[in-house]
């Protein structure tokens, strides 16, 4: 007969859970973040004084991920609980290792650079990984999120998980001396500091005037396209009545125009029809213009989700294709095996393809860096278009599937996170909402308004300095997974002689 949990395990448990939660209320569109230190402290305590590790960083996982992806209901139940679980697994194994090195003297330290460690394993495995809920982006509003122009996501990480371990540690050691004071010092020093940390264009001067169009869907939940033409009707239409405006004078003339994801699902390549009309819309604007469409792939089961520059004076030319497919959304891993026994993912007949080339296009005067739709969470994808000389971060976005959800708020706040850490302006480009003019700084300069049609224009500053957190976050990720790896190591180790096991 299993044993029943005792009292004190059940509250554990029940802390690590509302811990999670707290965290997860930090991030929109809740956006309380004065709750991620309380949820990252009262974790460092139950992990502290537990007997094990694994069930309550699980707890605080599933606390965490299940509000932060309710939007994957959308989906299906099944479906937002099995990313949510799988995410928790990652906290589980981090929160075994702070367990197993309770004991270590900097164990402080210890605990922010294993979190940062497991927040990079987060965002690579599975299947190219899922960085949502990245600290980074549930601070976008606070200033300690500038450590991200020095560092990364990472960087933002070990200073927010460093600080709050700092001060649970000074909390239990009641050390009023100089080695506590120094250490509370440190603590507030840490966040002090961000608010004078540089934001802002990173080198560049020049200005472009950059217009987003967003012509809306007609349907919404899962059919939001039902109907293909419609969606390109509108956006055309919406580009060419902006045309009109700018001929009238209602309105200044931009230097390029930008398009969403999914604003043609019909490929122009293959439908003339849908040719004339993308390219009376560009003509009319006059200007190029980077459309979004989803083109027939390189073989006949697949598509490709594509950014296509579109010159009003000779067509189609620059492409990118979306490196980063979304799996089970785009494209089906072992799809000969799972379509056997998940009916419903037949609904994606085709896999899209996956580029092979950064998003880096010349649309116009400005080289453009292009990321589309969830990429914008991938810091790898972001740091290619930077460092190949994009002066002006573009999401284009389709995410008619999760309106009324929260999903947009968040993925708008991601991108407001990367102009700070890249110091570009960022523009937004959606099909229905969320599209936006996002400042260097991080600042919003205009956003629309969902389930609506709008055209959002502003003269905005490129960028072509590469930022620290460009330049370094990729070696700062790599030094806290192999940080990780090497106190995995070591505890493993240290448990073997402990036992007596190390020469058997």
């Known amino acids: 007969m299993p044993r029943r949990p005792s009292p004190d395990a059940v509250l554990r448990l029940g802390g690590a859970l509302l811990c999670g939660l707290c965290v997860s209320l930090a991030f929109p569109p809740y956006d309380l973040p004065w709750l991620m230190p309380v949820g990252l402290a009262g974790l460092v305590v139950v992990v502290r004084h537990a007997s094990g590790g694994f069930a309550s960083g699980l707890l605080f996982g599933l606390g965490f991920m299940v509000p932060l992806l309710r939007w994957l209901t959308i989906i299906g139940i ?18 075994v290792l702070w367990r197993l090195s309770a004991h270590r003297p900097g164990w402080p330290l210890i605990y922010a650079v294993t979190w940062a460690g497991f927040e990079v394993l987060r965002g690579v495995v599975p299947f190219g990984g899922f960085p949502w809920g990245n600290l ?6 606070s ?20 600080t709050v371990t700092a001060v649970v540690d000074l909390a239990e050691r009641r050390d009023l001396g100089r080695t506590g004071v120094a250490t509370g010092l440190a603590a507030v020093g840490l966040v002090a ?27 919404e939940g899962m059919d939001p396209f039902a109907e293909r033409r ?4 509108n956006h055309a239409a919406t580009t060419r009545r902006f045309a009109d405006q ?65 010159d009003p004076k000779t067509g189609p030319g620059e492409q990118y294709i979306k490196r980063h497919p979304v799996p089970f959304g785009e494209y089906i891993p072992f799809r000969g095996l799972l379509t056997r026994f998940i009916s419903r ?40 278009v930077v460092n190949g000389g994009g002066q002006l971060l573009v999401v284009q976005t389709n995410n008619a599937t999760y309106t009324g959800t929260g999903q ?24 229905n909402g969320i599209s936006g003019i996002i400042s260097p700084a991080g600042l919003i300069v205009e956003r629309s308004q969902q389930r609506t049609r709008a055209v959002l224009e502003h003269s905005v500053p490129l960028g072509d300095g590469i930022t620290l957190g460009v330049r370094i976050g990729w070696w700062l990720q790599l030094l806290t997974v192999l940080a990780t790896a090497a106190l995995l190591v070591a505890c493993v180790l240290e448990r073997r002689h402990r036992t007596g096991t190390m020469d058997r």
């Open 408 to 431: 947009l708020e968040q993925q708008f706040a991601i991108s407001r996170y990367r102009a700070i850490e890249t110091g570009r302006t960022v523009v937004v480009a959606a099909t």
């Open 143 to 162: 200033t300690v999120v500038r450590y991200g122009r020095l560092g990364g996501t990472v960087l933002v990480s070990l200073v927010v998980v460093g």
């Open 345 to 384: 993912l037949e609904q994606i007949p085709r896999d899209f393809a996956r580029g092979d080339k950064a998003g880096v296009l010349q649309l116009g005067p400005t080289t453009i860096g292009d990321v589309i739709c969830f990429e914008v969470a991938y810091d790898g994808l972001v740091r290619d």
């Open 230 to 233: 419609k969606v390109l009707d």
């Open 246 to 310: 700018v001929s009238a004078g209602d309105r200044a003339a931009p230097d390029i125009v930008i398009w969403p994801e999914n604003s043609t699902d019909i490929d122009p390549y293959a439908d003339r029809s849908a040719y004339d009309e993308i390219d009376q819309a560009v003509r009319a604007i006059g200007v190029p213009t980077l459309v979004g469409a989803v083109v027939d792939g390189p073989t006949d089961t697949q598509v490709q989700n594509m950014g296509i520059v579109w």
């Open 193 to 219: 500091v961000s608010a004078v940390l540089p934001v802002g264009v990173a080198g560049g001067g020049e200005t472009v005037t950059v217009a987003t169009i967003q012509g809306d869907v007609p349907g």
């Open 78 to 95: 099944d479906a937002w609980f099995a990313l949510s679980l799988l995410e928790a697994v990652f906290f589980g194994a981090m929160t």
């Open 136 to 141: 980074a982006f549930g601070l976008i509003d």
